[in-house]
T-cell receptor
Framework: NAGVTQTPKFRILKIGQSMTLQCTQD?????MYWYRQDPGMGLKLIYY???????DKGEVPNGYNVSRSTTEDFPLRLELAAPSQTSVYFC??????????????FGEGSWLTVV | QKEVEQDPGPLSVPEGAIVSLNCTYS??????FMWYRQYSRKGPELLMY????GNKEDGRFTAQVDKSSKYISLFIRDSQPSDSATYLC????????????FGKGTKLSVIP
């Protein structure tokens, strides 16, 4: 049981390049999330999905796009990378809504640097 | 005023000490309170979850919620070097909520 798996672990991008962070979970969770974590800051929600084909914006969605074609996969697309997107990105999943105490399981993180 | 305030530390204590980690929040609509532990270069993992005011104990960990003061705490008894990590409080507004509001995290080091 792998849980939440993210790739790549580390990546350096040049300004203006695009890339996709991959995320897959094998727990059959309906809910999936992308967070970013900047040094000394809390986690900020970028996008979330409540099921295949359904996505919605979180707190900091600008500069990102997502899709959810299957229950397992929730890729995050960065278009026209900017230095402000240098951060650690965490994919996460949960069986149901966080507000009912459902545990959110996080991936190991993807360290992205935009230069 | 930020929604969730958490002292970032760092906090350094000797092995065996009692550790107190705290968060304050401003939104009285917050109802569910969680503590996550994050080891270096890893994702956060859920440590404790509470709903009501009062204490909840799990082994060496006790989570405390005071809704009247909008104050939550995590106590670690008999701290161990393996407790060295960043501790994040996270709060959500209700059963229908999708979003967690995180504190910035407190970095704890337990010195052998």
């Amino acid at each position: 049981n792998a849980g939440v798996t993210q790739t790549p672990k580390f990546r350096i991008l040049k300004i203006g390049q695009s890339m996709t962070l991959q995320c897959t979970q094998d727990m059959n969770h309906n809910y999936m999330y992308w967070y970013r974590q900047d040094p000394g800051m809390g986690l900020k929600l970028i996008y979330y999905s409540v099921g295949a084909g359904i996505t919605d914006k979180g707190e900091v969605p600008n500069g990102y796009n997502v899709s959810r074609s299957t229950t397992e996969d929730f890729p995050l697309r960065l278009e026209l990378a900017a230095p402000s997107q240098t951060s650690v990105y965490f994919c996460a999943s949960s069986y149901s809504r966080t507000g009912t105490g459902n545990t959110i399981y996080f991936g190991e993180g993807s360290w992205l640097t935009v230069v | 005023q930020k929604e969730v305030e958490q002292d970032p530390g760092p906090l350094s204590v000797p092995e065996g000490a009692i550790v107190s980690l705290n968060c304050t929040y401003s939104n009285s609509a917050f109802q569910y309170f969680m503590w996550y532990r994050q080891y270096s270069r890893k994702g956060p993992e859920l440590l404790m979850y509470t709903y009501s005011s009062g204490n909840k104990e799990d082994g060496r960990f006790t989570a405390q919620v005071d809704k009247s003061s909008k104050y939550i705490s995590l106590f670690i008894r008999d701290s161990q070097p393996s407790d060295s990590a960043t501790y994040l409080c996270a709060i959500t507004s209700g059963a229908g909520s999708y979003q967690l509001t995180f504190g910035k995290g407190t970095k704890l080091s337990v010195i052998p």
